[in-house]
């Protein structure tokens, strides 16, 4: 069942762009007060909402980060032309790649096409990179002409709608502007070849959520927040930077002379495509390393022990406890995940029960932090963890680990809460 509307929720549902841009207005002078009150508009007047941190996601062309006078560093790659159209004698054409979620077609006439079926009543998107100098989005004989020239054969097409759009790869100094944190589009902005927009905006708030939290409940350190900006914001470039590699490898770069001939120079114009596309372009949709690969271990909420980094490949994975990266998981032997134990809050995984952890546990009762112990009794992931115990953070990657507990237990818990500094 759905919970309750509350009258709030339900009179600010009508908030139109207008009304809208008056809240940002009376919003953004108060932010830095400590208990920050936000003024809403709603149909029926206006309702303060107290409030100790702003949260702003409002997208690519937010009106918050212009009113904070945030500026964005990138560059447009393209600007890409695309359209929506229903053909549904389409799929009969494409009965034997039914699977593909997307085609990309290579030949020395088109100009870098890529078919993406949406539905299955045959609605379609035409992906065309780079625009081609003089064809609008409402050039719709045009459309129909290097669609048709694309796939080789004509067919119906209805209602066909088009626009261009640019492929932007845009990253905020900061994210963090006093109690006014960016996440997501508002934060960067992303080629979209890799698929990776969502990818970051669901990172940077879990990576907000949980500091946030910490603050509000109590334990979070001054300098919790700061880490924000410092923990995300070079992932963020790091996966913007193979995202725009992605970009560049399209199109027109992966055409070459002759690749169509029936002929020697042919073939061997092909297998040069062939070799191009596996070692720069697979990356694109092989992005494990992107994923799951990219680690904190600069952060100066780790601590680390000096042990050497697996090296980071955007398209391949290697799991590792060393600090800052993500735990690495692991299928118990009843079924369930290991990150299922680990909770919301802070882990410390105990791989030998032998081990200590009192004065640790103590230390984070001191400060208030909630720390479950996880007790896992296996080979496999001792073998995988290469220590006996973890300390996990929220966000399930991984703050220390160690064979025993620290000498000073509390020094570890205020470096990991944001009260201490490590480097």
């Known amino acids: 069942a759905s919970p309750p509307a509350s009258s709030w929720s339900s009179k600010s549902a009508g908030i139109n762009g207008s009304l809208r841009r008056d809240i940002v207005g009376l919003l953004l002078p108060h932010y830095t007060r400590p208990h920050t009150e936000i003024l809403t508009v709603p149909q029926s007047g206006t309702k303060t909402v107290p409030s100790q941190y702003f949260i702003i996601a409002d997208g690519a062309q937010s009106e918050f980060r212009r009113k904070l006078n945030l500026r964005m560093e990138g560059e447009t790659l393209f600007y890409n032309q695309a359209w929506y159209f229903r053909a549904p004698d389409l799929a009969k054409l494409f009965a034997r790649t039914q699977l593909s979620s997307m085609t990309f077609f290579l030949n020395e006439d088109c100009y870098g096409d890529i078919l993406i079926p949406q539905t299955a009543e045959g609605h379609w998107l035409y992906h065309v990179t780079p625009m081609p100098e003089g064809v609008e989005a409402d050039d719709w004989p045009t459309f129909r002409n290097m669609l048709y020239r694309s796939i080789g054969e004509e067919f119906e097409v209805f209602e066909p709608q088009g626009r261009y759009f640019g492929s932007q790869v845009r990253l905020a100094a900061s994210f963090n502007f006093g109690r006014a944190l ?71 770069a992966l055409v070459r002379p002759y690749m169509e001939e029936d002929s020697e120079r042919g073939e061997k114009a092909r297998e040069e495509v062939r070799e191009f596309i596996i070692r720069e372009k697979t990356q694109q949709s092989r992005s494990f390393g992107a994923q799951f690969g990219y680690r904190y271990t600069s952060s100066p909420i780790v601590v680390g022990d000096g042990t050497e980094l697996p090296p980071l490949q955007y398209g391949e994975y290697t799991p590792s406890s060393v600090a800052g990266c993500r735990a690495p998981h692991l299928w118990l032997s009843e079924g369930n995940s290991i990150y299922d134990h680990f909770g919301p809050d802070f882990c410390l995984l105990k791989l030998d029960p032998a081990v200590d952890t009192t004065a640790l546990e103590a230390a984070a009762a001191e400060v208030g932090i909630p720390l479950k112990v996880f007790l896992l009794d296996s080979d496999e992931a001792r073998s995988l963890y290469e220590r006996k115990l973890v300390l996990i953070r929220p966000d399930q990657h991984v703050a220390w680990r160690g064979n025993a507990e620290p000498d000073d237990c509390r020094w570890l818990v205020d470096v990991v809460r944001g009260a201490a500094s490590f480097h």
């Not at 890799?194 to 990576?207: E, L, P, Q, R, Y």
């Not at 509000?216 to 914001?233: C, F, V």
């Open 182 to 252: 960016l996440i997501g589009d508002a934060a960067h902005l992303t080629s979209p070849f890799g698929g990776f927009g969502m990818n970051m905006g669901i990172g940077d708030a879990v990576d907000a959520g949980w500091k946030i939290a910490a603050i509000l409940q109590g334990w979070g350190g001054p300098r919790l927040l700061e880490t924000y900006t410092l923990e995300r914001r070079d992932v963020c470039k790091y996966i913007i930077e193979g995202a725009a590699h992605n970009n560049k490898v399209s199109g027109k």
